[in-house]
């Protein structure tokens, strides 16, 4: 069985426009378990130490317009000093033709005994100047 699961999301349209190192906030979550902390309405996620997870986000999103210098979204898992985890990176083309573009990626994370990690969903695309997020989600569970 799966003792800590968390799926922590936005809304499919709860829309959110993000500039540069802006985070996705999350509107609601839904938690088993006491390794995996989120407060609604806000950005970073908690695990506690002591085992791995599997992190798993997928975001729906599109742009007012695309840049003259690239069309590149590029988003990834950061600690809370923004810094961007490893292979949690993803870069995805924009288009202005469809409604909702998609990207989704998970990672393994390993939290050492004794110890926490913070991490939040962050936009980190430089060169359009806003992006709009239609829906977000970020699904977690604890690997034993």
């Known amino acids: 069985s799966i003792e800590d699961y968390a799926v922590v999301y936005r ?3 709860d829309r959110q426009v993000l500039q540069y190192q802006d985070d ?3 509107t609601n979550s839904k938690i088993i378990g006491n ?9 970073p996620i908690t695990f506690m130490g002591g085992c791995s997870y599997f992190v798993k986000y997928t975001i729906s999103y ?12 590029i988003f990834a898992i950061t600690d809370e000093n923004g ?34 990690a913070v991490v939040k969903l962050t936009n980190l695309t430089r060169d359009i100047p806003k992006v709009r997020v239609h829906a977000a989600t970020i699904t977690v569970f604890a690997l034993s």
């Open 35 to 43: 390794n995996i902390r989120h407060e609604d309405n806000t950005a």
């Open 62 to 73: 599109s742009v007012p317009e695309c840049s003259e210098s690239g069309n590149d979204i």
């Open 83 to 116: 810094s961007e985890l490893p292979g949690s990176k993803h870069v995805a083309s924009v288009s202005n033709e469809v409604y909702a573009n998609n990207i989704s990626l998970g990672i393994l994370l390993d939290v050492d005994d004794n110890e926490m």
């Open 11 to 13: 809304n499919f349209d």
């Open 24 to 26: 996705v906030v999350f």
